[in-house]
Nanobody, 113 residues
Framework: QVQLVESGGGLVSAGESLRLSCLVS????????LGWYRQAPGNQREWVAS???????NYAESVKGRFAISRDNAKNTVYLQMDSLKPDDTAVYYC???????WGQGTQVTVSS
């Protein structure tokens, strides 16, 4: 059974940083692309970043240059380093195994101005 568990969210001030982690269990990690999405109140869930099995990274324009996605295949974990956070980054952040319906439960990120 595939499970994704996010951690690392919290409340920070604008300009500060957070690092999200997502532990993936279920023998699905290494060959798959992984992604981070977010959903702010009243908005649809949107893609933030993804990383392929060959470590090719892609980012939404809104986070490019501020966020960095990485993965550690030995730990079955994908990370999202978020720097220079803005109030507009406030959302619930979810990790996903790309191309599947496997999602985590989400972790709240709140950025105060």
């Amino acid at each position: 059974q595939v499970q994704l568990v996010e951690s690392g969210g919290g409340l920070v001030s604008a300009g500060e940083s957070l690092r999200l982690s997502c532990l993936v269990s279920g023998n699905i990690f290494s060959p798959m692309s992984l992604g981070w999405y977010r959903q702010a109140p009243g908005n649809q869930r949107e893609w933030v970043a993804s990383i392929s099995s060959s470590f090719i990274r892609n980012y939404a324009e809104s986070v490019k240059g501020r966020f960095a996605i990485s993965r550690d295949n030995a730990k079955n974990t994908v990370y999202l380093q978020m720097d220079s956070l803005k109030p507009d980054d406030t959302a619930v952040y979810y990790c996903k195994v790309m191309g599947t319906t496997h999602w985590g439960q989400g972790t709240q990120v709140t950025v105060s101005s």
